[in-house]
Nanobody, 127 residues
Framework: VQLQASGGGLVQTGGSLRPSCAFS????????MGWFRQAPGKEREWVSS????????YYADSVKGRFTIARDNAKNTVYLQMNSLKPEDTAVHYC?????????????????????WGQGTQVTVSS
């Protein structure tokens, strides 16, 4: 599996970005997709996940109401629409893929449960 993230950039506070992640190598619809981020000096943080069919969406409290995750299974791509950006959103954003749901609650928040990772795309929000 290969994950290729793009679409990061530099925006001002309140701006928007829409990173995307192209998936290849296996059957996209077999994978739950997630976005994580890591700021300098901080641990990797879960942002959002989407079920394999796209009907279940999950968000961290810090981005709920501002970010929207979506997947296009025809294009093997997952998106993260980021609105009302804040300086604290500044981080490298990574997409990830998990080959099927796990049996425990909120497993999708744990980076260790994901099997594949993209290279990351930098999001910088200026104040």
């Amino acid at each position: 599996v290969q994950l290729q993230a793009s679409g990061g950039g530099l925006v001002q506070t309140g701006g928007s970005l829409r990173p995307s992640c192209a998936f290849s190598g296996r059957t996209f619809t077999s994978y739950i997709m997630g976005w994580f981020r890591q700021a300098p000096g901080k641990e990797r943080e879960w942002v959002s996940s989407v079920s394999s069919s796209g009907d279940r969406l999950y968000y961290a409290d810090s981005v709920k109401g501002r970010f929207t995750i979506a997947r296009d299974n025809a294009k093997n791509t997952v998106y993260l629409q980021m609105n009302s950006l804040k300086p604290e959103d500044t981080a490298v954003h990574y997409c990830s893929a998990a080959g099927g749901p796990r049996s425990w609650t909120y497993w999708y928040r744990n980076a260790n449960e994901y099997d594949y990772w993209g290279q990351g795309t930098q999001v910088t929000v200026s104040s």
